[in-house]
């Protein structure tokens, strides 16, 4: 059998197939990282509008690299929630529309379960139960993981997500988007020790939270003083930069790793998973990896194509279909999260 995966949430438009041995017979991303360069952030209208131009010829494609054709597919998958509300409802709509054609089943996949499952995907078995740590442009997250859809919420970003911040702060910078890698590579060149930023609830042990808001305005201020907005005339050497860089990299992955190693603890799970563009962060890697070693715990990170948006971790969708369980064509975009427990 073999299943279709469709990935619309945010800035990716992106088409996988998988059979039911959770193996990929080919997959397809489409990025828009140019589109939303200059904005220096993912713009949700012309997210949408080139999900529509791309989604088809996404599809057509990923059927060519599987050597299939529509007739092939046994099942659609596509991810509702959460993401940007006319992102997810080009996914949604042509998700639907295929489903409703093949007369084949419809299934909804939680975004955020999808990243976590890449792990499973990377571990070639069973990951569950764990505590799972989701980092990206719009989340980053705890979750005490009993099973594929079962996540329980431990904690999160009560402002900006970590990927956010590293785009906001590399835009301040003068580096180019995407954040992620450009903070990175600048950082490479600097000390994570020159400059002290705050480590938001990091001593705090009785929450699970991420704040990344005062960092990135810590960051401001040290970059251009209070009161002044425009960076434009302001000259930063390339090792101050590359200084700042390291330091606000630094800080971001403390903030990271402190909370899931307290998760670790609280939840009393001996196995941490990892997923999400920023889980793409080589000092975080490391980071990781040694509170780890540390704690004699398990930790999957995913694997770094399926770190970013892609349709590939839609293969979560076959947990729902062995269950049984299927979705109606009435099946919605849900920016919000949707969560199986709270």
């Not at 959770?22 to 713009?43: N, T, Y």
Request: hydrophobic fraction near 45%; proline fraction near 6%; charged fraction near 20%.
């Amino acid at each position: 059998m073999n299943l279709l995966t469709i990935e619309t949430t945010c800035d990716e438009t992106a088409a996988a197939i998988i059979n039911e041995d959770l193996e990929p017979l080919a997959s397809v991303v489409a990025s828009q990282e140019k589109l939303h360069q200059r904005f220096h952030g993912v713009v949700p209208e012309i997210a949408a509008r080139a999900h529509l131009e791309r989604i088809m010829p996404v599809i057509d494609e990923t059927l060519a690299q599987a050597n299939l054709t529509l007739a092939d597919i046994n099942a659609v998958a596509v991810a509702h929630t959460p993401g940007l509300a006319g992102s997810l409802l080009v996914g949604v709509s042509v998700a639907k529309t295929l489903a409703w054609s093949l007369g084949v089943p419809l299934v909804g996949v939680n975004h955020l379960h999808g990243h976590i499952y890449a792990c499973r995907l990377a571990a070639g078995r069973d990951i569950f139960p764990c505590v799972g740590l989701i980092v990206s442009g719009g989340h980053s997250s705890l979750y005490d993981c009993l099973g594929p859809s079962d996540f329980v919420p431990l904690g999160g970003t009560i402002d900006d997500a970590a990927g956010e911040a590293f785009d906001k702060v590399a835009s301040m910078l003068g580096l180019p988007y995407p954040g992620g890698p450009s903070i990175s590579r600048c950082a490479a060149d600097g000390n994570p020790q020159a400059i002290p930023f705050p480590r938001p609830f990091l001593q705090d042990s009785s929450r699970l939270d991420f704040s990344f808001s005062g960092l990135k305005t810590a960051v401001r201020y040290e970059i251009a003083g209070p009161g002044r907005p425009d960076f434009s005339a302001i000259e930063i050497s390339a090792q101050r930069r590359a200084d700042i860089a390291a330091s606000f990299e630094q800080a971001v992955v403390d903030c990271l790793v402190g909370k899931a190693e307290l998760a670790i603890r609280k939840a009393g799970r001996t196995r941490l998973c990892v997923g999400g563009g920023v889980a793409a962060n080589r000092r975080l890697r490391d980071a990781l990896q040694e509170m780890a070693d540390r704690n004699q715990i398990e930790l999957i990170i995913a694997p770094f194509a399926l770190c970013t948006d892609n349709a590939v971790m839609g293969a979560i969708a076959w947990e729902k279909i062995k269950a049984g369980s299927y979705d109606e064509l009435s099946l919605d975009a849900a920016p919000g999260l949707i969560r199986e427990r709270v």
